[in-house]
C-alpha cells in the first residue's frame, strides 16, 4: 500500500542535541511538507520541497534544516538553535500544485518530540 | 493577524444536534478551501473540499463566501463518532502549500 512514513513516532533529546526525523512516500509524489503542531493550535509549515534538490523556507523555518536528495524522502533536522522545538511533527505530500487544488494532502502518522 | 481564524471551541454537543462551525481566511486570493478532521494525537485527514455554490457529504454541509472571506462547516444529527478536532484550510498557490487554522474542537455526549 501507498503512504508516507514517519520515525521515529516518539523522540527524547537532550537540550543541546541535533535530532533528525525522517519522512518517506512511496505515492510518487513531487511536493513533500513538514508541519509543527503544538497542543490546542494548528499546523505551521516549516520546510516545503516542489522538487527533488529544490526547498523553500515556510512559516517558522528558523532552527531547522531539510534536503531532499531523492524524491521520496525528505528528511527534517531539528537543531539545537530551535528554542522551542517540543512538538508533533507531521509530513505530508501531495501531486504537486494539483494537489493543493484539491486539497489532497497526503500525511505520515506524525512523530512526536520531547525536549528533556 | 492570523491567515487562517477560527473559534478553538471546545463546542460541546448532545447527540443529535446540529453544530455549525466558522472559519475567515485573510487572503483575498486564496482559490481552494477546505476542512480537514484530526482525531486525538493522529494526523489530519481530509473531510472535504468547500465550493462556491456550497456542498453536501451526507450529514455534512459546507459553504463558502468569498465576499465576507468566511467559510463554515454543518454537521447534521451528529454522532459520538464526529468529536474530533476540525480544521480549517486554504490553499496558498503561490507557494502550493496548504494554510491551516488552529482548529475547533467537537465533543459530542451521549
Known amino acids: 500500500d501507498g503512504g508516507i512514513t514517519q520515525s521515529p513516532k516518539y523522540l527524547f533529546r537532550k537540550e543541546g542535541q541535533n535530532v533528525t526525523l525522517s519522512c518517506e512516500q512511496n505515492?510518487?509524489?513531487?511536493?513533500m511538507y513538514w508541519y509543527r503542531q503544538d497542543p490546542g493550535q494548528g499546523l505551521r509549515l516549516i520546510y516545503y520541497s516542489q522538487i527533488v534538490n529544490d526547498f523553500q523556507k515556510g512559516d517558522i523555518a528558523e532552527g531547522y534544516s531539510v534536503s531532499r536528495e531523492k524524491k521520496e524522502s525528505f528528511p527534517l533536522t531539528v537543531t539545537s538553535a530551535q528554542k522551542n522545538p517540543t512538538a508533533f511533527y507531521l509530513c505530508?505530500?501531495?501531486?504537486?500544485?494539483?494537489?493543493?487544488?484539491?486539497?489532497?494532502?497526503?500525511f505520515g502518522e506524525g512523530s512526536r518530540l520531547t525536549v528533556l | 493577524r492570523k491567515e487562517v481564524e477560527q473559534d478553538p471551541g471546545p463546542f460541546n454537543v448532545p447527540e443529535g444536534a446540529t453544530v455549525a462551525f466558522n472559519c475567515t481566511y485573510s487572503n483575498s486570493a486564496s482559490q481552494s478551501f477546505f476542512w480537514y478532521r484530526q482525531d486525538c494525537r493522529k494526523e489530519p485527514k481530509l473531510l472535504m473540499s468547500v465550493y462556491s455554490s456550497g456542498n453536501e457529504d451526507g450529514r455534512f454541509t459546507a459553504q463558502l463566501n468569498r465576499a465576507s472571506q468566511y467559510i463554515s462547516l454543518l454537521i447534521r444529527d451528529s454522532k459520538l463518532s464526529d468529536s474530533a478536532t476540525y480544521l480549517c484550510?486554504?490553499?496558498?498557490?503561490?507557494?502550493?502549500?496548504?494554510?491551516f487554522g488552529s482548529g475547533t474542537r467537537l465533543q459530542v455526549q451521549p
Open positions: 505515492l510518487n509524489h513531487d511536493a
Open positions: 484550510v486554504v490553499s496558498d498557490t503561490g507557494r502550493r502549500a496548504l494554510t
Open positions: 505530508a505530500s501531495t501531486r504537486g500544485l494539483a494537489g493543493v487544488n484539491t486539497g489532497e494532502l497526503f
